[in-house]
């Protein structure tokens, strides 16, 4: 038997499927936010979505990937590619210190894409927001010759006295840190494009995780902000390009230590010529990138649920990141990132 | 000398290009949201927009442009096109009762779109804005094989007393209302698609508009919440499926009276033969569909900045809309509507 596709079943009758298989799961996270001061009003089924919640500071994000550009079925699985579309948004309310509260999702389907699959990628955004927040209560879903999904979500700050972690506040004397390990997203997009051979399973599945199912901080993000971390952002591009945004941003520069850039011992094993460059340059982290005061860093240690590492500081300067080696020597850095227009 | 194209310039300088094009013309529209109880905290350059505000409820949709699926080139131009994906948003904050607040518009490009085009969106989606609301505070923009933009838009109730104007609130026995014309968008799509001949230059002008810069009825929704109106949705897909998708959700039925359907005379005299089926399957009217007492309905009239017309009635029934003529007879109208996947 063929599997159903959207051209066979049609807009709304795919609409209410959808809706219907997340909807148990789905209301267990807006119970979540209700019992946590929010009261939700109205979810997928009207012309908006509608919510009333405790005053304070709220932000809003939104993330896109398309297929052949940000994600290929080759690498990337219908489920995890609902995990990803929706922690790519967690991980940026994470980077602004915030809880993640609501979601919509827009879906440009191409006619011929199996249903199962989309509701296989609905499966993974409920994994993702089980664990990490974000309830869907709205969205639209258009035809489109290419595939693509965007996420909006919104945040709320923790509270009123809670700073948000700004890009542009870092200051000359901040240590620059880091939560979890960097490069493992790259080398996994790597290894899957270049059929690099990791016999370890383990190690493989290790990689390949780290590219499609990215934890976002949110946690971490919570804590910082609580304890008087001022500037973060999520490493999405890159490392070196990522920092070299925070830097242009808060007009300062930065100086790291290629010698402390937190790469895993499966990255290392499997990439011993480039995993500084994957750590570097490799992008889709989404780790958080943060600058504060030493003393703030050594205080936030004990209370996070992932590792950091600091891994340079904050100097004077005008959007510049240096790389520098044991001796001090400067280290040269192809400042890959991903601008997708002009690479 | 050649236009230049977006991957001539690239993805970061093109988003400095884009929001600085706007800073200004945002700039006032943040203020009018800050004079207003609004605190705007960060906008185009972080990881997320910010702010805060007055306690209260708040609304979320989206909606999205496709190339080729939802416009084309041959009809709609750049400046019609960001006038139109922000208005389609700000038609359903209106169908809320919700005054619009902040958007956020994520565009996937293609490689070969000219950068000036793109400001010219902008310029549109600010004609809009000014008029109607919806300050642009943040997006994404991506690579993609096929052109899309799409808008998430956020809103406010005007005041903790105001209910929002839900889908499944229609009740026997109420009237059936629809601010402003029907059809002329779906007339003037038409007339752009076959060529038809319309000599007098303000009636093709008139048909093109109400397709490219629909108006969106916001003044009109936030009075209908003020009075006590409790159901109303936009038209978007075409009356007949728009007031079927209210009936089910309210699970009522309607009867619509063919002679009350509100056409203009450029409509009748352009499609003679066609305009009721345009009025009642046109869709992208953006026109407010409401359903109140007979009284209320009276009272909101003199206040409104539209012209309201009442079609019909609710009736008791199971999503099912009956359209009849003077004599009380049933018209047979062509269920057309949107579903792009199945047509």
């Known amino acids: 038997m063929r599997a159903m596709l959207v051209r066979d079943i049609g807009e709304f009758p795919l609409i209410d499927r959808l809706a ?20 939700t009003l109205l ?13 304070g500071v709220r932000v809003l994000t939104t993330d896109t990937m398309v297929e052949g550009v940000h994600f290929s079925f080759d690498y990337t699985g219908w489920r995890d590619l609902g995990w990803k579309s929706l922690a790519s948004n967690l991980s940026d309310v994470a980077a602004m210190g915030c809880r ?13 894409l199996p249903v199962e699959g989309l509701l296989d990628m609905y499966r993974g955004i409920m994994d993702v927001a089980r664990l990490h927040g974000g309830a869907v209560v709205g969205g639209d879903i258009v035809k489109s010759p290419v595939f693509f999904v965007t996420v909006a979500l919104e945040g709320a700050a923790p509270s009123p006295e809670t700073g948000l972690l700004r890009r542009d506040a870092a200051k000359p004397g901040d240590l620059i840190a880091v939560t979890g390990h960097l490069g493992c997203s790259g080398g996994g997009l790597r ?16 990689l390949r995780d780290a590219h499609n199912r990215p934890v976002p901080r949110v946690k971490a ?12 952002m999520d490493v999405s591009d890159g490392l070196i390009i990522d920092l070299a945004k925070m830097c242009s941003a808060g007009n300062v520069g930065a100086r790291l230590n290629a010698g402390s850039i937190p790469a895993d011992d499966i990255l290392k094993a499997a990439f011993p010529d480039d995993w500084l460059s994957l750590a570097l340059g490799g992008g889709e982290d989404y780790e958080l990138l943060f600058t504060a005061p030493a003393d703030v860093i050594e205080g936030l240690r004990p209370a996070l649920d992932v590792p950091i590492t600091v891994i340079g500081e904050v100097v004077g300067g005008d959007g ?24």
Chains 1, 2 share one sequence.
Not at 43 to 55: E, V
Not at 221 to 232: I, K, N, P, T
Request: charged share 25%; hydrophobic share 40%.
């Open 20 to 39: 219907r298989a997340i909807v148990g799961e789905n209301a267990a996270l807006i119970q979540r936010l209700d019992d946590d001061g929010f009261r």
């Open 43 to 55: 979810t997928i089924g009207d012309d908006a979505a509608a919510w009333d919640g405790p005053p």
């Open 100 to 112: 993640p509260t609501y979601s919509i999702v827009t879906l440009g389907l191409r006619d011929d």
């Open 191 to 206: 290894m899957m494009m270049t059929g690099t051979d990791i016999p370890d399973a383990t190690a493989s599945k290790h």
């Open 221 to 232: 993000g919570l804590l910082m902000a609580e304890r008087g971390v001022l500037s973060a």
């Open 320 to 343: 510049s990141v240096e790389v520098l080696d044991d001796d001090g020597n400067p280290v040269v850095v192809q400042r890959r990132g991903w601008d997708h227009f002009k690479n």
